[in-house]
């Protein structure tokens, strides 16, 4: 009797170790998939801004010279009529990079991508003039600053209350 509750406690002991283990494992594990889809996230949100900044200015912009304020597109921006398109999310090949022509286009864009590894992202773009004196809000008229803000979330790997973003601000 008495080596059957040394060896029923060892047991029990033994599958508390395990589960133990493989509570750690898992996490180890999420953690991982979670560090991976950040790391992904930064190189999907840089494409994304990269593609963006390679657009002109504004659609009233010109190449030469300087440029009144009054010739560029109102706040908040958008595609104009004959530049949107369906569906969005965007997906790949996507859309953007030939229906777009400015920086505003882009103003609540939105597509899906995938990276090396995890599939699945959702990303985001916002467009806004900013002023220099605070430009961390949104100026109430134009002005030649603009700042681009790229947002990238996961459903699963990405927490939704804090999902990976990026902001570069461009001047014309």
Known sequence: MGQTMITAAFLALLIVSAISVNRMLIESGETSYKTEAYSQAVGIAHELLTEITSKKYDEGATSGGAQTLSAFTLAPGGPG????????????????????????????????????????????????????????????????????????????????????????????
């Open 81 to 172: 009529s004959d530049e949107v398109f369906s569906p969005l999310p965007d997906v790949s090949p996507y859309q953007s990079p030939t229906r777009y022509d400015d920086l505003d286009d882009y103003n609540g864009y939105t597509r899906t991508a995938d990276g090396a590894t995890i599939s699945g992202f959702l990303v985001s773009a916002s467009v806004y003039y900013v002023n220099t004196t605070s430009p961390h809000a949104a100026a109430t008229g134009r002005t030649y600053m603009r700042r681009i803000d790229i947002t990238v979330s996961h459903y699963l790997y990405l927490d939704p209350s804090s999902p990976f973003r990026i902001s570069r601000f461009v001047s014309y």
